[in-house]
């Protein structure tokens, strides 16, 4: 029973980890492009006030992937461990599974 709750809360742990991982990235994303926007696009432009408007949308467009992008990854993870779990072991010149 606790191997089964380890497991799962690996897995939970894989899941949040991967979730602030495209979070993350979205809230640069986001940034960098206000940035550049602001930079070719903006007369004088306040690169604090862009900076943190980027920030706040590539956070907000992120997370609306964060969560399905997060359980793709989780079950190429998996797949990825069952593969190797399966792959069949060489000894002696004879091939086990």
Sequence with gaps: MLKIAFHVLSWVGTWLYFVCLV???GALAGVLTHLLYGLFFGQGPDFAYYASFGFLNGLKYGSVWAGG????????RARREYLSRQAPVVTEGAVER
Excluded: E, K, N, Q
Aim: hydrophobic residues 80%; aromatic residues 18%; neutral net charge.
């Design 69 to 76: 992008a997060a359980i793709v990854l989780c079950v190429i």
């Design 23 to 25: 979070c993350f990235f």
